[in-house]
């Protein structure tokens, strides 16, 4: 036979055998399908990857330029051994044992939001999940605090801490396993719903909020949740939209806070509803097998949203640890985890090793909290609201949420020092958000009204308040009997409202602006925003106070930014831009309005002169592309020279602060800022001094960005020297081609000052 033909016969065996092989493999992905098809509503899709194990995650790897693993929990210790613990007992566990730990019980299956059962042979107690990130949902004896919105607003790191550690006392004192805070997704747009969830635009701003939180709330042994990672920036058809980012906006802007979670040492990281760049977010390999769990080196458990899985073996092998609630829909009794887990695993579509991570993820995660330890009992129901037994675990965190919100407050206008109010007889309160909500504060289920004053939004971020000071209450009650106050509180009683402003000295209006979670409608409004004008016409009832009364001071809680068109009336002489500060309202307003404490927030957030400014609207296109890239909120503003109407970081005082004697101290990548401010003007005060970093042009940034704040009290006159540290991380940037943080070499500009658009003071580094 000459070589042809023999080559030709050895193909043809060759083929045959293929065709063999292909043939069984068809025959047994098919009687694999059919058995899932039993109790599977939605037939899995077939891809097998292999997972990063959290035993195979490496200690950081020294490359060239600052690797992002460098900076991944400086726990590594304490991890080790919780994770030898957890391997010990996930080793004494069944399949289904294992399973039931990555499967939550299901909806309203528990006592709470979520519920993982117990193991009680070996003594693991299960896990109780709950919300939210402003108090402990569906539960009475517990303190709402001030929103996510406000804590950025503070910019004082103390505070944010301190709210956090408090917030999470109440959680372990409720028995709560693992809490589902902080909220992390960026205020893309200023339409999003759940904005005041969050921490604003800017993502260093967002990542210090985050770390502090997760470091507060874990410091009482509960495990925080970093939430949603990632993509979700709208609510709008959240449940099918996809949202396309750049590898770099993905690293620099939506990435970065949740690696700062992850390097405070985060327990669990909740993914999202929406697709990523295609692919659902929690059966996303290359989110959270790539990004989470390779690059961050996160060593904790993913959890989905409520109902976010889509799918068995893409989401156990694109690196979902845990189904939550549980069932695929609520109540529906079946689950992709559950049974179809067990399945799967016996049909080795899921390896063993990959389940065993998943239990070993959770209880390393329980032993790293030392939750195995006297943790307290769940002690409430949240589908019972009177449960047998009632633990008040408020204690003394009004004082705590009281400094907050007083420390929130933003003063964006004060001419002829309107304010701190002072030599007044009469003073007028108007407008419906001054007073209270008729039917009490929770009459609407999960905060879903606007009536009374706003002081938190609405969806599973909210909690039950014990009360609410409303403005009226705190200033009547702070003014005593100072000077008389009459009230209009009817948004729409326009003749009432002139004729109370024209007999006051200063009149108070009230407006707000109000959003939540898409699961609950508003006046309208499906969770995200359907405008940006204040709500009940208000606009109409400033400009009706404003046309009789030149000492017109205009009050607004709202979510986010606001159209402020009405804002350029003349008798307009004090703005006070108080957010959504919780259930202590009207007192922390008054300590500021009467001069108890100096206003020291500031915006964290861009407000705009048009609404036509904002570069990103909510997208109704399941398509969502983030053509904005790398300019998102002030970004965009400072690239395109559009002048907005108050900028990111602004925020007034009653008294003035000077900035003076910088000087820079550079060792290598780290470098050493320092400015000295002094309080020039004639009361006590705070200052939040910031640094905005100007890169070399390698590195192709739209605009100088925030790498550093501080909140620096000064009595007056006084005068101190503020440090702020910069290290490689704070100045790399994400190289797409390297795929790594790089630090460009250059001049760097560092810009100090009050606001992006208040800079003080400039010094230059060169690397
Ligand atoms: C929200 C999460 C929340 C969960 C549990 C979901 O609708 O997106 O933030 O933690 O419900 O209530």
Not at 157 to 185: I, Q
């Amino acid at each position: 036979m000459d070589s042809a033909r023999i080559n030709h016969k050895h193909n043809v065996q060759v083929l045959a055998i293929m065709a063999q092989t292909v043939a069984l493999l068809v025959i047994t992905v098919l009687r694999l399908c059919v058995s899932y098809a039993e109790d599977h509503t939605a037939l899995p899709r077939q891809r097998i990857k292999s997972p990063l194990a959290v035993s195979e995650i490496a200690s950081p790897a020294a490359t060239a330029l600052p690797p992002v693993s460098s900076y991944v929990l400086n726990t590594n210790g304490q991890w080790d051994s919780a994770i030898s613990k957890a391997r010990s007992l996930v080793s004494k566990m069944s399949i289904e044992e294992k399973v039931n730990i990555t499967t939550g019980m299901g909806w309203q299956e528990g006592r709470c939001l979520g519920n993982t059962p117990p193991i009680p042979r070996l003594n693991f107690t299960g896990l109780c999940l709950q919300d939210s990130p402003a108090g402990i949902r569906f539960t009475k004896g517990i303190s709402v605090f001030p929103s996510g919105i406000n804590t950025a607003a503070t910019f004082d790191k103390k505070l944010m801490y301190d709210r956090a550690k408090t917030l999470g006392e109440e959680f372990r004192a409720k028995g709560v396993n693992v809490a589902l805070t902080p909220m992390m997704n960026l205020m893309r747009s200023p339409y999003a719903g759940r904005n005041w969830e969050g921490a604003g635009e800017d993502p260093y701003l967002v990542g210090v909020v985050a770390s502090l939180t997760v470091k507060g709330i874990q410091k009482n042994g509960v495990i925080a949740t970093a939430k949603h990672f990632a993509g979700n920036e709208q609510e709008t058809n959240r449940n099918s939209y996809s949202s396309y980012i750049s590898d770099r906006a993905m690293h620099e802007l939506y990435m970065w806070p949740f690696r700062e979670s992850v390097e405070a040492g985060v327990g669990s990281i909740m993914c999202s509803y929406n697709k990523v760049n295609g692919t659902y977010a929690c059966e996303n390999d290359k989110l959270i097998n790539g990004l989470l769990k390779g690059e961050l080196g996160f060593r904790g458990f993913v959890q989905s949203d409520w109902s976010a899985t889509m799918s068995t073996l893409p989401s156990a092998n694109g690196g979902l640890d845990m189904t939550m609630p549980g069932d695929i829909q609520f109540h529906s009794g079946d689950s992709y985890y559950g049974k179809n887990l067990t399945k799967a695993v016996v049909n080795g579509l899921v390896k063993d090793s990959r389940l065993n991570d998943m239990a070993v993820r959770v209880l390393s995660t329980w032993y790293m909290a030392g939750q195995d330890k006297d943790y307290p009992e769940t002690n409430f129901d949240s589908w019972d609201l009177v449960p047998e037994k009632f633990v008040d675990v408020q204690g003394t965190h009004a004082q705590v949420i009281r400094q907050v919100a007083a420390a929130s407050v933003i003063l964006l206008r004060n001419e002829q020092k309107t304010l701190p109010l002072q030599n007044i007889k009469r003073l007028g309160v108007i407008g419906d958000d001054a007073g209270a909500n008729a039917g009490g504060p929770n009459s609407c289920e999960d905060r879903g009204c606007d009536r009374g004053t706003l002081a938190i939004g609405w969806g599973s971020g909210t909690a039950e308040f014990p009360y609410l000071v409303t403005p009226f209450d705190g200033i009547s009650s702070r003014a005593g009997k100072q000077f008389k106050i009459i009230p209009s509180l009817d948004d729409y009683d326009y003749d009432y409202a002139a004729k109370v402003a024209s007999e006051v000295d200063v009149a108070l209006v009230f407006a707000n602006a109000d959003s939540g979670e898409e699961f609950v409608t508003v006046e309208e409004n499906v969770g995200d925003r359907s405008h940006l004008q204040l709500w009940h016409n208000t606009e109409k009832l400033i400009k009706t106070v404003a046309d009789v009364n030149p000492r017109t001071v205009v009050v607004v809680h709202a979510v986010g930014p606001v159209d402020m068109e009405w804002a350029n009336h003349p008798n307009i002489s004090a703005i006070v831009w108080a957010g959504l500060p919780g259930q202590e309202s009207g007192n922390a307003l008054a300590d500021v309005l009467f001069g108890d404490v100096n206003p020291s927030g500031r915006l964290p957030y861009t407000i705009a002169k048009a609404t036509s400014d904002y570069p990103v609207r909510i997208e109704k296109s399941k398509d969502i592309k983030y053509t904005e890239d790398l300019r998102l909120g002030y970004r965009w503003f400072e690239s395109g020279h559009v002048d907005p109407m108050f900028e990111f970081g602004y925020g007034l005082s009653y008294t003035q602060f000077n900035y003076t004697d910088v000087t820079i101290d550079k060792k290598g990548y780290n470098v050493e800022v320092n400015v000295t401010l002094q309080n020039v003007g004639g009361v006590d005060g705070a200052e939040v001094p910031q640094l905005y970093l100007e890169f070399p042009s390698e590195a192709d940034q739209p605009s100088k960005i925030l790498r550093g704040f501080e909140k620096v009290f000064l009595k007056a006159g006084q005068k101190q020297t503020t440090t702020f540290n910069l290290d490689s991380k704070l100045i790399s940037y994400w190289n797409v081609e390297s795929q790594k943080w790089v630090v460009s070499k250059g001049d760097y500009i560092v810009h100090l000052g009050a606001s992006i658009r208040d800079i003080r003071q400039k010094i230059t580094f060169t690397i």
